[in-house]
């Protein structure tokens, strides 16, 4: 059965500081892990990672995937309040593209 | 502008109903696929389907039927088989396997 494991749950951070979000991951005929944002509604894309070791960058987000030891993670310098929600991670099984979701972890940034 | 509209946003259902929530894409996008959200559980696949007239099971679809008559339509109607509807319901869809899902804004579907 697919896995994917998101850490921590939860976190509250101060508005300035970096966080480091996890993902490991075990899905059948993996083809790629995305990472997705979601505030109240649609989860929105952020990443998908194919390529062990290759950082992918937008702004203050990056992201990068370890395929030997099945995990990634999701970093974000310099948070602001805007950042606040739940971060979702997906493994994509080559079989239709189908996704299997972690749980999320939600982000809570402060002032 | 293109996207993925699904509708209604929020939805009441009955003891013994059945209703349907729509999803209409206009991104040209071949696959669509359905998801359920339960708080603490992520996203669970309904159905998918990546071409038109065709469909398959995802991990949960016991009590939910899809149809795929058209390329930019993937309906989901909630059975009263579905004894544990109340759910956030979002559709996604993607151009091919190898790029990304997009999601719509979601249906909330409660129980009176």
């Known amino acids: 059965e697919d896995k994917v494991v998101q850490s921590p749950l939860s976190l509250v951070v101060h508005e300035g500081d970096t966080v480091t979000l996890n993902c490991s991951y075990e899905v059948t005929n993996f083809r790629s892990l995305l990472w997705y944002k979601q505030e109240k509604k649609a989860p929105t894309f952020l990443f998908m990672l194919t390529s062990s070791g290759i950082e992918k960058k937008s702004g203050r987000l990056s992201s990068i995937l370890d395929k030997k030891e099945l995990f990634s993670i999701l970093n974000i310098t310099a948070t602001q309040t805007g950042d606040s929600a739940i971060y979702l991670c997906a493994g994509n099984t080559g079989t239709a593209s189908k996704l299997t979701f972690g749980t999320g972890t939600r982000l809570q940034v402060t002032l | 502008d293109g996207g993925i509209t699904q509708s209604p946003k929020y939805l009441f259902r009955k003891e013994g109903q059945n209703v349907t929530l729509s999803c209409e894409q206009n991104l040209n996008h071949d696959a669509m696929y359905w998801y359920r959200q339960d708080p603490g559980q992520g996203l669970r696949l309904i159905y998918y389907s990546q071409i038109v007239n065709d469909f398959q099971k995802g991990d949960i679809a016991e009590g939910y039927s899809v149809s795929r008559e058209k390329k930019e339509s993937f309906p989901l109607t909630v059975t009263s088989a579905q004894k544990n509807p109340t759910a956030f319901y979002l559709c996604?869809?993607?151009?091919?396997?190898?790029?990304?899902?997009?999601f719509g804004d979601g249906t909330r579907l409660s129980i009176l």
């Open positions: 996604a869809s993607s151009i091919d396997l190898d790029q990304p899902q997009h």
